[in-house]
């Protein structure tokens, strides 16, 4: 079991910067593939990034690639998301997520996630 804490949210201007952590609980998180994925209102939760489990592969959304980066601490249980040049677009509830590997590559798959945060809020003015 897995437990899952965001923070860094907040209300940004568009051309803005925002950093989410996400921190984990229990001694197993490296075993895990770590994404963030994104809900707007009235919207499917999406895709944003991934980290394999020892942090050598990532994935990118095409809507965030080039403008995020994402970053995992297996030694402190946090999975990290620096996102530059905010769009009012990105304006959604972010959400962490953890789950088993399948391959080299990092988990894109909603459903292929266990365990997830409860979110934390980003808006961006424009």
């Known amino acids: 079991q897995v437990q899952l804490a965001e923070s860094g949210g907040g209300l940004v201007q568009a051309g803005g910067s925002l950093r989410l952590s996400c921190a984990a609980n229990?001694?197993?998180?490296?075993?895990?593939?770590m994404g963030w994925f994104r809900q707007a209102p009235g919207r499917e939760r999406e895709f944003v990034a991934a980290?394999?489990?020892?942090?050598?592969?990532?994935s990118y959304s095409d809507s965030v690639k080039d403008r995020a980066t994402i970053t995992r601490d297996n030694a402190r249980n946090t999975v990290s998301l620096q996102m530059n040049s905010l769009k009012p677009e990105d304006t959604a509830v972010y959400y962490c997520?953890?789950?088993?590997?399948?391959?080299?590559?990092?988990?894109?798959?909603?459903?292929?996630?266990?365990?997830w945060g409860q979110g934390t809020q980003v808006t961006v003015s424009s």
């Open positions: 980290i394999s489990r020892i942090g050598i592969t990532t």
């Open positions: 229990g001694r197993t998180f490296s075993n895990y593939d």
């Open positions: 997520a953890g789950g088993p590997p399948k391959s080299n590559f990092p988990l894109t798959i909603r459903s292929d996630y266990n365990y």
